[in-house]
């Protein structure tokens, strides 16, 4: 069995897309917003990777992106991969996609689970309405990433979204297939 050490922001579409991986895992999910302070990420990474050494895993899977500067060396020492993004939502949607997407501009980027952990992060980072307003000031609106198909039953946590930052939103529906790709390669690379 291997084990999937994953941010909280993945949790819900890991759990959707876990029976169809085609191995077992068991996974295991960190708090969203741990990358606003790098000593308690590498502590929570360090205490779980420990944890899916000594409990036989055949490997660990690790899915953040580049969320700490030193991500490959805190992974170093276990058998462990990461996925092969830059962040959450180049998981959810390939790079070339959001490049593209930033030729009209810079948008913020919230999936099912930002959504949910959005005002947590804020808080962490010390932020009421008026300092993400003028933090965020560059972008032109938010684009909730539909992963769950779940957007019409999102539509008031977005409007506040709206309220706190004044961006205003747009969805875009978005399979999980990239996702899963980036799990299972992670997973085929720990067999090399």
């Known amino acids: 069995m291997y084990t999937i050490i994953a941010c909280g922001i993945f949790e819900d579409e890991i759990e959707k897309i876990r029976s169809d991986l085609g191995f077992p895992v068991q996974a295991r999910y960190l708090g969203p917003g741990l990358h606003v ?7 929570a990474l360090n205490e779980e990777l420990n944890r899916a050494s000594s409990d036989g895993s055949q490997g660990t899977i690790v899915a953040y992106g580049q969320c700490h500067p030193q991500m490959d060396e805190i992974l170093k020492p276990y058998h462990a991969a990461l996925v092969d993004c830059q962040n959450c939502v180049d998981a959810f949607i390939t790079r070339k996609a959001v490049e593209e997407k930033a030729r009209e501009g810079l948008f913020f980027y919230l999936s ?27 972008f032109k609106g938010s684009i909730y990433i539909d992963t769950l198909k779940d957007a019409a039953s999102r539509e008031e946590e977005l409007l506040e979204f709206f309220d706190f930052t004044n ?10 297939d990239h996702f899963k790709s980036l799990i299972i390669k992670a997973k085929e690379s720990l067999e090399a």
Do not use: K
Not at 37 to 43: A, C
Not at 117 to 134: C, K, S, Y
């Open 167 to 176: 961006l205003p939103f747009t969805i875009i529906p978005v399979e999980l």
């Open 112 to 138: 099912p689970g930002w959504l949910a952990a959005w005002r947590d992060i804020f808080d962490r980072l010390g932020w009421d309405p008026e300092i993400a307003r003028l933090q965020m000031g560059s």
């Open 37 to 43: 302070n790098f000593d308690e990420l590498r502590y």
